[in-house]
């Protein structure tokens, strides 16, 4: 069973709702088969047997019901949840093999006249993302760069880590000084594999910009000061000018032109700011979650990725680079500023065990979950995948589990929305 709906409809008076009647359309009209009312009759007939007679249903706290078809194709589960006498939320979750039941199981549901308007989502998550729709509009300045789709290209191709090895090698020798290959060839890389990457990335022109410039023909040495995107440009001056070598020790008058390679601006930004780690987990983030933030202002804060889904808002600090102590420290008040549920902290680096400690300590004192992803881009893809997939098992279990904490939201901002 791979695709499901979640989806929630305030109830607008409790005591009107009649979960029999909103089950007896759907099995009616979509053929599925209550399981709870099954079960429960059953033991009922069962125990009057012995001269009891029950009233209520055993299985069935929140009077749910769960419904099934008997080819293993659809499964809907309906829960009601009162937060107050009066009003509440119905929440429904429906696995689905085929679209066109999804929607005529929809349709019946938003045809009972005890509900409002169903709405795709959790009612904790509508809350939340119409909140921080409303707290994280202003861009970061990372999140500015993000908006060009050329630097969100960039940013996937820096998701590879030995591509980002090497042009972190070269950036920290040469900075975008544009160099011949057989120079970056020599000096950056180390393997036969690497000098294959190098040739492949000095050629393509989203990182590496191309120029020709003059070289000496008698000691190779080149002169940077003036430098042609165009190869006939350099042709025609080399032919109408005098070359002298820049190297004092070379009286030659004689050059050729030779290809030279700089590593682009964006990409040197992109890589040392480490927004191509930003992206790359709101990417992953995006598959599970109903909305995501990448790169935003709360307040004078600037957050690295914020999402919200299954049930949750989750905030991520990424840096590509050393997490310490006061990273924590400012961490944790963004966290709590935004109510963030979930704090991911990803690190290409090492945390080092003073941190973590200090990490263990919030753990214990609050109800959020908090989380160290620590390694190359291959091994925080995987961790965060799996993450993600223990938190949406936990999640969909709640809706067949009877886990009270899930069904009290944590903020209500008015009744209004219920009248
Ligand atoms: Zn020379």
Redesign the pocket.
Known sequence: MSKHYIGHATVKNVKEFDIDLLVKNLSENVKLRPIIKEKNDEIKKLLSSYGFTFQKLFFSPGDREILVDDKNKTLVCINPISIHPRYGILEVFIAYKNKMMLENIIKIIKKDPSIGKLKEGTYIETKKISRYDEELKKLSPHGKILRDENNVNLCKKLYDDKIRKLIRNIISNFEDLPLPLDLIKTEIAKTTEEKKIVEKICNDQDLFEKKYVFV??????PSFHISFRDKEAAEKLLASSSFN???S????DEATIKEVFGVKRNVIKILTQGIWLEYMIGEILNKEMRKVWIGVMHDNDELDVVGVGLNKSILVECKDGSFGQNDLYSLMIQAGDIHADVVLIVTTQPVHSNVKATLDKYKEKGRRIMKIIEGDSTKIKNELNKFLSNLKEKFINTFFTWERGRFIPDFLESEEEFF
Do not use: F, I, T, V
């Open positions: 000496c023909k008698k000691c190779g040495y070598c820049p190297n020790e070379c009286d030659s």
